[in-house]
């Protein structure tokens, strides 16, 4: 029973400081918001988002690592739910980490190589919602706020920083990975400072790794699940949308959960995303020419229903993991390295 302390801990923490911020007495009233139809259906496709963003990490940690090596979906879909659990409740984005923790307990991966899986997940993120964007704005050319310049310039920046990112980590991995070595880690070296010195090693490391990623074929599945990935998470909120009390139009509600994507992807945000989910759920109604005043009621009640499966699937599976032995490292990486 012991082991089970903890988790049990983390989500009655975690419930009393959301229904701190949400009343129970707003729960009841999500079904007269969001037919049940549409929560039924937005439960399928976030589920299945969790199972796709499962099946890119194990492209990412096996075929992406060059490692040889079972790496179980259920196990993988398990983890996927722990780390989205982690990264909505810390705060500004720091629970995306948890991955590189969650990696090298259950699945024995080096925590460099943990964390160049997650830059590569989260670029590949931000690129794919940056071509639905443009897609969108091609697609429903004849909404005139979708067309202004500043929406065709937002979404080809928001594509081309990650790209570029990505793209300077292969060119330039090994010499970026070579200054720190050789100018970083000497100046820490003088000042004594052991700490320091080990997140210096994690970042070369991390930089060598990503210029060994170069094959085309890897880059281009990691696109496909990514893309997946997305579209499943517009759909989710798409039909919450098309099943909300102000139902938004099937061709249109997809607009609205792209918008509280991209708005959701910035770490200005409150506890479990709560304000930037909201505002990007909003300005999708706007730019659809529906009540932002309805969009707001509607965008609550989204909002609460995400945050339910989030809880439901995270501290199902945190209970699963806490109840695991940790692993080896695969290969011959150190067990010394705190990374």
Known sequence: MKKYIFPILIMIITLAVFFHYIPLERIPEIPKQIHVRGIGLGFLFYLLSYIFVAMRWRLLFVEGLG??????????????????????????????????YLARRHLGIEGSKGMTSLIIARAMDVIMLGFLALFFIVWQRHNTKLMHPGALSCAVLF???????????????????????????????RRGSHLLLRIAGFLSRTARLLSERKSLAFYSKCAVFSLAIMVLRISYLTAFATHA???????????????????????????????????????????????????????????????????????????????????????????????
């Open 245 to 339: 009390a102000t139902p938004v139009e099937p061709l249109s509600a997809p607009l609205v959960g792209l918008s509280t994507l991209i708005v959701s992807t910035t770490p200005l945000q409150g506890f479990m995303g709560m304000g930037a989910f909201e505002g990007g759920w909003v300005l999708g109604y706007a730019l659809v020419g529906l009540s932002t005043t309805e969009g707001l009621m509607t965008a609550v009640n989204a909002h609460l229903l995400v945050i339910f499966f989030l809880l439901l699937l995270g501290s199902l599976s945190n209970l699963i993991l806490f109840n695991r032995k940790p692993v080896k490292f695969v290969g011959d990486e150190s067990k010394k390295t705190p990374f």
């Open 159 to 189: 594509i081309s920083i990650p790209i570029l990112g990505v793209v300077s980590a292969i060119l330039w991995g090994k010499r970026i990975a070579g200054w720190i070595d050789d100018h970083v880690t000497r100046f820490l070296a």
């Open 67 to 100: 490692h040889k090596f079972k790496c179980p979906l259920p196990l993988l879909t398990v983890i996927t739910s722990a780390h989205q659990f982690y990264a909505n409740i810390l705060p500004v984005r720091t629970g995306d980490l948890t991955i590189v």
